[in-house]
């Protein structure tokens, strides 16, 4: 076992010798651009290229084994195939160790010994994030070129929790990676067998491999309604999406076409509000600007380093000087650019000099969550935001926000708007653009306006500057609850007063027939439409309004048309399935799983029964014995 290891690791040893030495002349070349801890694009280079180069060398490796006499000279060692396996796979992570893992944990290192840069554990993770991602892509790789399963490729698209970039806490991340690891290592494991066209024999092995498969199959069968309905229907020039506006009254689309006078037209009920044609004449000439209402998360304390974005540093030009957050210290850190040395410390109350001894300063001082940087001039907490001035070295709060509230994304800046815009989870708060970045501070809002629902899934809303105040238009797919779409204008007057213009519900979102519309669902109503949404929510920050629980995903009402797609659906795949096991003599057992697969998996769980069987190679075998003997042989069937 150890001398296969050596072997197949000295195999490869050159190739990750030299990847690594390219690897690292590339991070140093681009580093000399900007900073690698700016999370730029050297980081996105490394990424892919770690990606594309373990997937790479995972085929690489297995083909070359399985290549005529090489395989049965492999798997016939007078080792279990479990060892052989387990040494090939040791020598492959070992190469990838050297070619991926090793140059970037030099280049942290060095930068950590010259004080370049503040270098701290949540970077070292980075390494072994990567390594994971590569050894997760790898492992894939392997599991292709040994499974029978022509779909196997598909398992790949589990990269998509292992490279979420979601803030969350550095264990988090790396469990996740170990999970995806784990789940390709025993695939790879229980398809590495003497004859490779045999598929998983196992129960569990199977269920695993249906899982991996299960987020690829959909997206395959998503990818299908663009090829045999949208594509066609607007050659066609009939699809839905180009209907008039007659053809949209009851649909949420009807808004994507209308102006905002048309829109005042529409929604506005001049019974309810008498002054509808006055507000139509100030709409026609208003100005308008969109605000951004969606959940955007503060970054997690000690989060791995590719999920920093790319709010880098604060930087004091005058003074040729760079602050550079510090997640274990909890305040910025102040580095020179001419000669890297600590000019100071910057916390929540105020500047500190270089001489502070860092361990007196008091939690108070420090800041609760990493910060947002913006402009280079204020920094933004989850419910304060605090201005900076360099020639003054002082710190003030900005804004602060009542308790219970939180920002849900970063200060936004309108162009054309002279206004600053912050948004909690409860209202919008518009200031001054000259007074708030000049006036050294608190400042308060010349409005505030509460949101009309509460936020849940609401990405933007547009606000028309009229003569006394501003018109609000929320609208959203769920702005009446789920998949109850609607719109909302909020008139909120400079006196203080706020009026609800109008409330305004349609019957669908789109006019698409429920069978595209609901794919998802229909498809896949258990695990893809609830166990992978509520897999996904896991990963969004506990103050993400969107952010739902197994109850409030399982308790999501759908028309009663889509209940009957899901039960034709789950009705034909089962019929099927038990009619193809009956006719290939399959073990009660084996039926019995299958159609407990497609009950849980739906539409992909069929999918999967078809990959992982022999019917081709079966009916071939069968219609040659039947021509000679009439029947097929057991031992045929049992195989």
């Avoid at 935001?385 to 710190?395: A, K, L, N, P, S």
């Avoid at 970045?437 to 509460?454: W, Y």
């Amino acid at each position: 076992m150890y001398s296969l290891f050596i072997q197949e690791f000295r195999r490869f040893r050159l190739v990750s010798s030299i990847t690594a030495l390219l690897l690292s002349a590339i991070m140093v070349t681009l580093s000399a651009i900007e900073p690698i801890m700016k999370n730029g694009l050297e980081v996105l280079v490394y990424q892919g290229s770690a990606i594309v180069l373990a997937f790479a060398l995972g085929c690489t490796q297995i083909l070359l084994h399985k290549r005529k006499g090489n395989w049965a000279y492999l798997i016939h060692r007078p080792i279990p195939p479990k060892n052989i396996f387990f040494s090939l796979v040791c020598a492959g992570i070992f190469n990838l160790v050297i070619a991926l893992a090793l140059p970037l944990l030099l280049v942290f290192l060095g930068l950590d010994l010259l004080g370049v840069d503040v270098v701290e554990l949540r970077h070292y993770l980075f390494t072994l994030h990567v390594l994971l991602a590569a050894v997760f892509v790898y492992l894939v790789g392997v599991y292709i070129v040994l499974s029978p399963n022509k779909a196997s490729f598909l398992c790949i698209a589990l990269l998509y929790f292992v490279w979420s970039s979601d803030p969350n806490s550095a264990i988090f991340t790396l469990t996740v990676d170990l999970i995806a690891v784990l789940i390709m290592f025993l695939l790879g494991k229980n398809a590495f067998k003497v004859n490779l066209s045999e598929h998983h024999q196992s129960m569990t092995s199977r269920l695993v491999a249906i899982t991996a498969l299960h987020m690829g199959l959909m997206a395959v069968l998503m990818l299908g309604q663009m090829i045999f309905y949208h594509l066609p229907m607007s050659m066609l020039d009939k699809h839905p999406d180009n209907y008039s506006k007659q053809q949209l009254q009851d649909s949420f689309a009807l808004l994507w076409q209308l102006t905002p006078e048309e829109l005042i037209d529409f929604a506005v009920d001049e019974a309810t509000y008498p002054q509808k044609s006055t507000l139509q004449q100030q709409i026609k000439h208003a100005d308008s600007i969109r605000l951004r209402l969606d959940f955007r998360a503060q970054k997690h304390l000690g989060q791995i380093f590719h999920q920093d974005g790319f709010e880098y540093a604060l930087v004091d030009t005058k003074n040729k000087q760079q602050w550079i957050f510090s997640h274990q210290q909890q305040i910025f850190i102040g580095k020179s650019h001419r000669n890297n040395e600590l000019v100071g410390y910057l916390t929540r109350t105020g500047f500190l000099p270089a001489s502070t001894n860092i361990d007196t300063i008091t939690e108070k001082e420090k800041f609760f969550t990493v910060p947002r940087i913006i402009e280079n001039q204020f920094i933004q907490e989850s419910d304060r935001i605090y201005q900076v001035d360099f020639v003054g070295r002082y710190i003030d709060v900005k804004h602060q926000l009542p308790e219970g509230e939180y920002y849900v994304n970063a200060l936004q800046l309108p162009q054309g708007a002279n206004s600053a815009v912050l948004v909690s989870n409860k209202a919008i708060y518009a200031f001054d653009f000259k007074k708030f970045s000049q006036q050294s501070e608190a400042i308060l809002p010349k409005i505030v306006i509460e949101l009309v629902r509460p936020n849940q899934s609401m990405k933007y809303v547009e606000v028309f500057n009229l003569i006394d105040g501003y018109l609000l238009k929320f609208a959203d797919r769920h702005y009446f609850g789920f998949d109850q779409p609607g719109v909302g204008l909020l008139y909120a007057k400079l006196d203080g007063e706020r009026i609800l213009v109008a409330e305004k519900a349609f019957e669908q979102y789109r006019p698409l027939p429920r069978w595209v519309g609901y794919q998802a669902y229909w498809m896949s109503p258990l695990v893809y439409s609830v166990l992978f949404e509520v897999t996904e929510d896991v990963f969004k920050h506990q103050d993400d309004p969107s952010k739902q629980t197994f109850e409030s995903v399982w308790d999501k009402q759908y028309p009663s048309s889509v209940y009957w797609l899901v039960a034709l659906n789950l009705l034909i795949t089962s019929l099927l399935t038990l009619a193809l096991g009956i006719a290939f003599k399959k073990k009660k057992l084996d039926i019995a799983f299958w159609l407990f697969v497609v009950l849980l998996f739906g539409l992909p769980g069929f999918l999967s029964f078809l990959l992982m069987n022999h019917w081709r190679e079966f009916w071939k075998i069968k219609r040659q014995k039947e021509r000679t003997t009439g029947s097929v042989p057991h031992e045929l069937v049992k195989a």
